[in-house]
């Protein structure tokens, strides 16, 4: 059995839907376990869930093993207010930058039922030429 050009090029399509499928998976199951565990619920649901969070991680002897970093007292005192203000400014354009992120997800979770569509009947033109050609050899 020889293969061709055209079979690779295909196959790159067709890793590239199970990759994109994997991403939508793990993206779904993220939603569904933070649903499940009642953050999307009242405010009290949602203040208790992050409490249980908190307990969990916690206690796990993973995080625990984790190097605490912090700034020593002595540095943090001797900053110049410049720099303090500095500091200040960058934590808030993280935040920014966080929520530019949660917009993207958000963005592409909205355009993911046309994308599906499309990749799923690619993903089925692709498999019926290769069996043609499967059936033509």
Same mark, same amino acid.
């Given at each position: 059995? /020889?293969?061709?050009?055209? $079979?690779? @090029?295909?196959?790159?399509?067709?890793? *590239?839907?199970? #990759?994109?499928? =994997?991403?939508?998976?793990?993206?779904?199951?993220?939603?569904?376990?933070? /649903?499940?565990?009642?953050? $999307?619920? @009242?405010?009290?649901?949602?203040?208790? *869930?992050?409490? #249980?969070?908190? =307990?969990?991680?916690?206690?796990?002897?993973?995080?625990?093993?984790?190097?605490?970093?912090?700034?020593?007292?002595?540095?943090?005192?001797?900053?110049?207010?410049?720099?303090?203000?500095?500091?200040?400014?960058?934590?808030?354009?993280?935040?920014?930058?966080?929520?530019?992120?949660?917009?993207?997800?958000?963005?592409?979770?909205?355009?993911?039922?046309?994308?599906?569509?499309?990749?799923?009947?690619?993903?089925?033109?692709?498999?019926?030429?290769?069996?043609?050609?499967?059936?033509?050899?």
């Amino acid at each position: 059995m /020889s293969f061709n050009v055209d $079979f690779f @090029s295909e196959m790159g399509l067709l890793s *590239s839907l199970v #990759r994109w499928s =994997v991403k939508l998976g793990a993206a779904g199951g993220a939603v569904y376990l933070v /649903s499940s565990e009642g953050f $999307f619920g @009242s405010h009290k649901e949602a203040a208790e *869930s992050c409490n #249980r969070m908190k =307990v969990t991680i916690d206690s796990n002897e993973y995080f625990q093993a984790l190097p605490k970093v912090e700034l020593p007292d002595e540095l943090k005192n001797k900053l110049p207010e410049d720099l303090r203000a500095q500091a200040k400014e960058y934590r808030q354009g993280l935040r920014h930058y966080w929520n530019d992120g949660v917009f993207f997800v958000f963005r592409k979770l909205d355009a993911a039922p046309e994308a599906a569509v499309m990749l799923a009947r690619s993903g089925v033109d692709t498999a019926k030429s290769l069996m043609e050609d499967t059936k033509k050899n």
